[in-house]
């Protein structure tokens, strides 16, 4: 009865401790994922992936615009935390405090990841280098309070209904299909203005999406946006739309012969995936999720090109 009593004593105690080293493998990966995330190293790995859609689609061999762009993402979306960590306090207070905390860390190493694309970006010479700069200098026009003192009607343009999301897509887009061009010495085709329009219609949603969570601290300071003036309802409807776009889009460019279907098919599917996940507005509470979600398309295509390549 002893030796029972004590094999359930050593059993219970090797349990707790099992349980013990989980919670703490849990926390300290829960900690690294929020370290990932607000510190903007998600979203940078989120960009180069989409360069890799755009490299394998147009045909573009290997060069440094993956990790340049996924080097100015990091800086030019750690600076915008920072400069609006304010109203970030008032929809993810996780986020707001990361910030604060780490500022002092954040700034010189947003600093001195745009400074190495840039450096990168100037060994491919001159529109390499502007491309690069591109994404930087949209930022400071997005979100510089520069235009007040010219007329009290126009504010900032992030501030401006569809012009605010409009300009980030644009710059995106420009930098995500055209840097890796510039780097390779290729020229424009009707492919390269394809993929282009794929990617501004794309980086709207993804910006739209991002905005559902900031939506009270926007309506604080301001800023027009389609949850803001519209709600859930009227985002998921425009954002259908938008995703009609993009297959509508890239069906007239497989007709055309603009893009080759092994390419289009999981650019397809990526756009069914988002069109699945943006029906979850309004209807999941999760918002951080649903984001993530949403983004998750990019890293869908992209395995499912690399598959579908290997496979042709």
Same mark, same amino acid.
């Given at each position: 009865? @002893? ?57 573009v061999?290997? &060069?440094?615009?993956?990790p340049?762009?996924g ?7 750690? &600076? ?9 306090? +008032? ?6 405090a990361?910030?604060?905390? %780490? ?17 990168i @970006? ?18 400071? !026009? ?11 009607? %126009? ?8 012009? &605010? ?30 993929? !282009?329009? /794929?990617f501004?219609?794309?980086?709207? #949603?993804?910006?739209?999406?991002? &905005?559902?969570p900031?939506r009270?601290?926007?309506? #604080? ?8 003036? /519209?709600?859930?309802? =009227?985002?998921?409807?425009?954002? /259908? ?10 069906s007239?460019?497989? @007709?055309?012969?603009? +893009? ?6 999981? +650019? +397809? ?12 507005? =309004? ?5 951080? =999720? ?12 992209? #395995? ?9």
């Amino acid at each position: 009865m @002893a030796k029972e009593e004590y094999r359930s004593g050593e059993i219970e105690q090797t349990s707790k401790q099992h349980g013990r080293v989980i919670a703490t493998v849990w926390r300290a990966l829960c900690r690294a994922w929020r370290v990932f995330q607000y510190s903007s190293v998600y979203v940078a790995v989120l960009a180069t992936t989409e360069v890799g859609v755009a490299m394998l689609v147009l045909e573009v061999p290997p &060069n440094p615009a993956p990790p340049v762009v996924g080097l100015v993402t990091f800086a030019v979306y750690a &600076n915008d935390r920072i400069t609006d960590v304010e109203t970030d306090a +008032l929809t993810d207070r996780r986020k707001a405090a990361f910030v604060r905390r %780490f500022e002092r860390f954040l700034y010189p190493l947003a600093a001195g990841a745009y400074g190495l694309a840039v450096t990168i @970006a100037a060994l491919g010479g001159p529109l390499s280098l502007a491309l690069t700069l591109l994404p930087g200098l949209f930022w400071v !026009f997005y979100a510089a309070n520069w235009f007040d003192g010219v007329t009290e009607a %126009f504010y900032r343009l992030k501030e401006q209904f569809l012009l &605010n999301t409009a300009m980030i897509a644009v710059a995106w887009a420009v930098t995500i299909t055209f840097l890796p061009i510039a780097f390779a010495g290729g020229g424009v085709t009707l492919t390269t203005m394809t993929v !282009f329009t /794929y990617f501004f219609l794309r980086v709207f #949603v993804l910006a739209e999406v991002g &905005n559902i969570p900031d939506r009270e601290g926007d309506e #604080v300071i301001g800023v027009d946006t389609i949850p803001v003036l /519209y709600g859930l309802d =009227g985002t998921r409807r425009a954002l /259908y739309l938008v995703n009609l776009l993009t297959i509508g889009l890239l069906s007239v460019a497989v @007709a055309g012969d603009h +893009l080759r279907i092994v390419h289009t098919a999981p +650019l +397809l599917v990526g756009a069914g995936y988002s069109f699945v996940v943006i029906g979850l507005i =309004g209807r999941w509470q999760n918002l951080s =999720g649903l984001s993530q979600l949403v983004e998750s398309e990019h890293f869908v295509t992209y #395995v499912l090109l690399w598959v579908v390549l290997l496979l042709a």
